[in-house]
Antibody, heavy 117, light 107 residues
Framework: QVQLVQSGSEVKKPGASVKVSCKAS????????ISWARQAPGQGLEWMGW????????NYIQKLQGRVTMTTDTSASTAYMELRSLRSDDTAVYYC??????????WGQGTLVTVSS | DIQMTQSPSSLSASVGDRVTITCRAS??????LNWYQQKPGKAPRLLIY???TLQSGVPSRFSGSGSGTDFSLTVSSLQPEDFATYYC?????????FGQGTRVEVK
């Protein structure tokens, strides 16, 4: 069965970086993309961007350009999302999701990133 | 960016009620519209894709309709496990935006 398992919670200071991993299993990793989304406490979902697991092509939302990098390790069927220069408003649960180009059909369990001094 | 507007933002309903949530796109997105259900502390779950196609394993009481700019999600007979927040999501163009969510609460 398809599973996406994310790394554990993180607490970071403002200005630091965080790297969240998302290990995929149960399907051919390079046949799909991975999208990342986040959800601030009590708020809705925000789509952050996408990476093709096959080519490594990325597409990020404008507000995160320059601070976010999405990568994949195809040998480990794992996707990564690194966010730099963290601010308090980056505090959120971060999700990865399998992306079949038109919908996000399987999601990871979420990773809480807390940014606090 | 395409803006997705859901209504209502929240609603109160009883078990057995028929519930409809609407989603409007700021420009035409054909049928590139998906619906997700999210329960507290859990990841979203895909319910409907391509506006009206039921994801495998989703109960048939859920249905979706619409095209262009106006879409709806209907639950024909609300069950206890359906109390949750629902999000629409357009996959027509990047950035692939979500609606703000509709919380379905117990009346």
């Amino acid at each position: 069965q398809v599973q996406l398992v994310q790394s554990g919670s993180e607490v970071k200071k403002p200005g630091a970086s965080v790297k969240v991993s998302c290990k995929a299993s149960g399907y051919t990793f390079i046949s799909y993309g991975i999208s990342w989304a986040r959800q601030a406490p009590g708020q809705g979902l925000e789509w952050m961007g996408w990476i093709s697991a096959n080519t490594g092509t990325t597409n990020y939302i404008q507000k995160l350009q320059g601070r976010v990098t999405m990568t994949t390790d195809t040998s480990a069927s794992t996707a990564y999302m690194e966010l730099r220069s963290l601010r308090s408003d980056d505090t959120a649960v971060y999700y990865c999701a399998r992306d079949d180009w038109t919908n996000l059909d399987y999601w990871g369990q979420g990773t809480l990133v807390t940014v606090s001094s | 960016d395409i803006q997705m507007t859901q209504s209502p933002s929240s609603l109160s309903a009883s078990v057995g009620d028929r519930v409809t949530i609407t989603c409007r796109a700021s420009q035409s997105i054909s049928t590139y519209l998906n619906w997700y259900q999210q329960k507290p502390g859990k990841a979203p779950r895909l319910l409907i894709y391509a506006a009206s196609t039921l994801q495998s394993g989703v109960p048939s009481r859920f249905s979706g309709s619409g095209s262009g700019t106006d879409f709806s999600l209907t639950v024909s007979s609300l069950q206890p496990e359906d109390f949750a927040t629902y999000y629409c999501h357009q996959s027509y163009s990047s950035p692939r935006t979500f609606g703000q969510g509709t919380r379905v609460e117990v009346k």
